[in-house]
């Protein structure tokens, strides 16, 4: 059955498998590169970007190795679960930079498996079979800024 937008509480709407597939990707990214999750994200159903800080540009075989590894994880089959914490249990355990300053004192953490945790408010898949196939379209390298961007799809799971 075909995965629906879903509106989140900012009326924006997301496509759960891909959101589910930019935590997969953020983990797979920190433990090949050593970087910290994305910088910038904008999450679509038909295609989506990703900004990642890295020292150097990754190489055509780091790319490959990306993809490989992120598809992997998804046929692994890991279910997507939910905790609520208190931002004290949170600290040191998450990147709090990004929470909004009205959060409330329970923050929202999604699990996919034991592969990633984070705090998030998106909507996702409940087992990452949900999500497809992870396919890297384009990606770019401004030495400048030190910036690897990469847009993607996901090609619809049968």
């Known amino acids: 059955m075909e995965q629906q937008p879903l509106l989140n509480e900012h009326n924006k709407q997301e496509y759960p498998p891909m959101h589910t597939c930019e935590h997969i990707v953020n ?8 970087c910290g999750r994305s910088v910038s994200a904008h999450i679509e159903r038909k295609k989506s970007k990703l900004d990642y800080r890295l020292t150097q540009a990754p ?3 780091q790319v490959t190795q990306l993809e490989d590894a ?3 994880v998804i046929a ?3 279910d997507v679960s939910v905790e609520y914490v208190t931002q004290a ?6 990147d709090m930079q990004r929470l909004p300053d ?7 953490v999604v699990h996919v498996g034991d592969y990633d945790e984070c705090l998030c408010a998106g909507n996702h898949v409940a087992n990452t079979r949900e999500i497809g196939t992870f396919k890297i379209l384009t ?6 800024t030190k910036r690897w961007r990469m847009r993607f799809k ?3 799971c049968f």
């Open 59 to 61: 190489t055509p075989q």
């Open 154 to 156: 996901l090609t619809e």
């Open 70 to 72: 992120v598809n992997a």
């Open 139 to 144: 990606h770019d390298w401004d030495e400048t």
């Open 89 to 94: 249990e949170a600290m040191g355990r998450f």
């Open 76 to 78: 692994q089959g890991l």
């Open 27 to 34: 983990r797979t990214m920190m433990r090949i590169f050593g």
């Open 102 to 108: 009205n959060a409330s004192d329970t923050v929202r």
